[in-house]
């Protein structure tokens, strides 16, 4: 079905995009033993410097993780 807004279709077409990239991380890092989000986290820690983060930094990460769900 759709919308009467090109803008409203674009949106969803992205959201739609997202959500089998999403997936398919998951498939491949699954080999590995992690999801796409466990990745998302394990990143954000290298890079963090000295590959640390404060224990409010990482809850707000996992927090804005499970909003995009």
Not at 35 to 59: D, G, N, V
């Amino acid at each position: 079905m759709r919308s009467q807004s090109p803008a409203a279709d674009m949106l969803l077409n992205q959201s739609v995009l997202f959500t089998k990239l999403q997936r398919r991380l998951d498939n491949q890092l699954s080999i590995h033993g992690i999801s796409f989000k466990e990745y998302q986290i394990l990143k954000r820690l290298y890079e963090a410097p000295e590959h640390l983060l404060r224990r409010i930094e990482l809850a707000e990460l996992i927090a804005e993780l499970r909003r995009q769900e």
